[in-house]
């Protein structure tokens, strides 16, 4: 079995004005360092208009079809922008993120990265935001239990920032368990241990900042390691952000290199205990380039490693 790396040209054409972390460097700098690694590369679709309606209205999509900008940028929120570019790197990205699922749950690759821009997991039902447009993990989870019928999905989002956008596009689905770590207090602000879904089924677990990665260790180890065992959900889909990593300049928790391996590996060999090793991953932030590329191959490696 192998590992798939789903990705589109069309993710680079999303760009974002000078200075703004959401850049087209970050995507190629791991398209970069996953050059030498042998993955099974695949050409992400636009992702159909009824995968996006799964978890955003279309009255969402029209809004942003209307302020898509001919040149320059259309900004949607503080920081938040639009260039001619970035509804196709959207559908691709949301594309990606349904192609890995079908990918894995077909059987013909063991797991997959979505190596993807806009990242996704702000996006709330009705609102894009932070650099998010469509929730890209999100509708993944949805695409597997309403068209493949799966009866139970777990979406793990360990980027640094609490995935709002995930939590609220699931939070009234007893189907989809969502697990969450973020440094709290950060932005968006959500993300409380007690904010636990219409039927408990969201789990957040808040770190301090400047906590380091035995924190992170031992927090997925106490709580969210026994809940995706549990929980038993057939699929296992990623938010896989690395801003928690100590260069990174948008946030302060210290997780290293190693430390991203380490929560890669621990989620594969849950998956393979109760999944039989299903996991789809999505890319989300991570904004110090060398770090982000560093830590997204480090996880990828790690995906290949259990593919094997
Ligand atoms: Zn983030």
Known sequence: MTTALITHADCLTHETPEGHPEQVARLQHILHALEPLELKRVTAPMAAEDDILRVHPIDHLRALRSARPQEGYAQIDGDTFLSPGSLDAAFRAAGAAVRAVD???????????????????????????????FGNAALAAKHALDHHGLKRVAVVD???HHGNGTQDLLWDDARALFISSQQMPLWPGSGRADEDGAHGQIL??????????????????TLAFPRLRAFKPELIIISAGFDAHQDDPLASLNWSTADFAWLTSALCSIADEIC?????????????????AQATRAHVEELIKAAT
């Open 204 to 221: 957040n677990m808040p770190l301090p900042p400047e906590s380091g990665g035995d924190q992170m260790r031992a927090a997925y180890e």
């Open 158 to 160: 360990f980027d640094v």
């Open 103 to 133: 990918m894995v749950l077909s059987g013909e690759v063991q797991n997959a990265f979505a190596a993807i821009r806009p990242p996704g997991h702000h996006a709330e039902r009705e609102t894009a935001m932070g650099f998010c447009f």
């Open 276 to 292: 039989q090793g299903r996991i789809v991953s999505t890319l989300e932030g991570g904004y110090d380039l060398n770090a982000l």
